[in-house]
């Protein structure tokens, strides 16, 4: 026989959560199994009954291996070579957001107008001349296979010393020039370069003879915004009274050393005609 049981409706009942009496009729049995409240019902929490999930998928249904980009050549602008000074073998090269580092290898080409090259007059592949000779420099020289490695930035002769010496980490307000007034500066976010040793410092303002630069968030002198070991160069050591020698516009220029090289990379020379003095090649 099934046991029945009083409705309750005029009885009390024992809360198992305050203990406090409540209406029998209001009381309802909790997931812990409390005999509680209507008002002091607690729900199960969510983390108690946690789904059953696999994991994240990772491979694409269409997969395809990234693009190699090839090496192709970067044409330059209309006079894009120039020479340093009389007796020099350095190189200007005016390449607009070159985007090189120091220590890259660079291969020039003459213009293209040999024709077929190594192919065939129905299937032709263009050569390359060879540029005309300019201040003492043969174009067949400039245009070497091996190419020639370059520093970031336009050679300059205006150097000065340090004033102390700097470490690898140096930045902050720390490197003094003995005489900076001869640096081009630009008090704005446009880089240029001190040249100590083989490392680059990238900087745009001198203020008491410090490098520093202009903050990206405001029109003050930042020094901490100077950068060691700019443009594929390495920080280091650097004593008191070494040479400093200015580098301008390092994102439109770079320069060599006629006969320092090693391996190729891509550059393309334009032709043209010669001039006296510090020559340029024009197209």
């Keep these: 026989m ?28 909790e997931w812990t199994g409390a005999w509680v409240h209507i008002s002091e019902f607690e729900s199960k929490s969510p983390q108690l009954e ?3 999930t696999g994991g994240d998928p990772q491979a694409l249904q269409h997969a395809r291996p990234s693009r190699v980009a090839p090496v192709v050549l970067v044409l330059l602008p209309n006079n894009p070579f120039e020479t340093y000074a009389a007796a020099s073998g350095i190189i200007l090269v005016s390449s607009p957001s070159h985007g090189r580092d120091t220590s890259s290898t660079v291969t020039f080409r003459g213009p293209t107008d040999v024709a077929p090259g190594s192919g ?36 300059t002769n205006v150097t000065t010393t340090l004033a102390s010496e700097i470490t690898d980490t140096t930045t902050n307000s720390g490197i003094t020039l003995t005489d900076g007034s001869s640096f081009l500066t630009t008090n704005d976010k446009t880089p240029q370069v001190a040249l100590i ?8 303002t001198i203020s008491s003879n410090v490098l520093g630069e202009v903050s990206p968030e ?8 100077v950068k060691r070991g700019a443009y594929g ?21 770079y320069y060599f050393t006629v006969d320092t090289n090693t391996a190729t990379v891509g550059g393309i020379l334009g032709g ?8 340029t090649l024009s197209a």
Aim: charged content about 15%; cysteine-free.
């Design 120 to 155: 065939t007059t129905d299937d032709p592949i263009s050569g390359y001349a060879t540029p005309p000779d300019f201040d003492g420099i043969s174009g067949s020289n400039i245009i070497k296979a091996a190419g020639y490695t370059i520093t970031v930035g336009r050679y």
């Design 233 to 253: 160069s390495t920080a280091a050591t650097h004593s008191a009274g070494a040479t400093v020698r200015n580098l301008t516009s390092p994102t439109n220029w």
């Design 2 to 29: 099934t046991a029945r049981y009083s409705q309750g409706k005029y009885s009390l009942a024992i809360s198992d959560r305050s203990g406090q009496a409540f209406p029998y009729p209001e009381m309802v049995r």
């Design 218 to 225: 405001a029109t003050s002198l930042n020094p901490s915004w």
């Design 197 to 204: 040793g083989s490392e680059l410092i990238r900087y745009s």
């Design 50 to 52: 946690l789904k059953v």
């Design 272 to 279: 043209g005609t010669v001039s006296s003095g510090p020559v």
